[in-house]
Structures are given as C-alpha cells and as structure tokens.
C-alpha cells in the first residue's frame, strides 16, 4: 500500500511554467514503484502524461507533452515530479500520480501509458492555464 499526495497545481498564463510534486508514503521502498502522472480534463476521460520507471533511467511521455514536460523522482525523498513549461489552455485539467509494483525489466512503453498498470492513485491537484 502506497500514498499519494501531489501538489503544485495552481493557475498559470499560457506559456507560463508550473511543477508538481507527488509525496508517497509506503511500507516499501519507494523505488519498489514505477509512477506516472495522468490528467483529467472537465468531461473528458483521464489520460497519460508521462512515467518513470523505478530507478528513473527510463522516461516516457504524451505526445501532447512531450518536449515540453520533464518527469523525475527523487527516491531519496519519496518523490516524483513534473515540470511543465510553455503551458497551453488545453493543459487545464486535474493532475493524477499514480504508482504500480507490476513493471517488470521487459515492460513495454504501453505498459507504462495503461490507466490499468498503475493500482494506487493520488486525490489529484488543479491545473488551470488561462488564454
């Protein structure tokens, strides 16, 4: 059992910079966890943004993010992170960190992008980018 409690959300001009963080407690180790970061807009179904594997050396992102949002993890301080630059209007959403045991040497970048993969899941932080 892990939790997760993100923060950094806020309201931010379009192409502004925001980061957020995700605080895990657990009776594991922290780097025993892959962790993503999904969104999920108003009406719209949650949706990948980036994960990092467990020691960090794998990276993955949306297609919508990438160049512009950068994943890391602290294992040190039980922390993931997301930095997001040159944010957009339709970055407007609520932030998820989510975290699985289930990845594995061979996983799969799919693997990684599932909503299915990951089993525990953060209340959520709001991201707001206005035009």
């Known amino acids: 059992q892990v939790q997760l409690v993100e923060s950094g959300g806020g309201l931010v001009q379009a192409g502004g910079s925001l980061r957020l963080s995700c605080a895990a407690s657990?009776?594991?180790?922290?780097?025993?966890?892959?962790m993503a970061w999904f969104r999920q807009a108003p009406g719209k179904e949650r949706e990948f943004v980036a994960a990092i594997s467990r020691g960090g050396t794998s990276t993955y992102y949306a297609d919508s993010v990438k160049g512009r949002f950068t994943i890391s993890r602290d294992n040190a301080k039980n922390t993931v992170y997301l930095q997001m630059n040159s944010l957009k209007p339709e970055d407007t959403a609520d932030y998820y960190c989510a975290a699985t045991l289930a990845i594995y040497r061979t996983s799969s970048e799919t693997h990684y992008k599932r909503t299915s993969t990951y089993d525990y899941w953060g209340q959520g932080t709001q991201v707001t980018v206005s035009s």
């Open positions: 657990s009776g594991r180790t922290f780097s025993s966890y892959a």
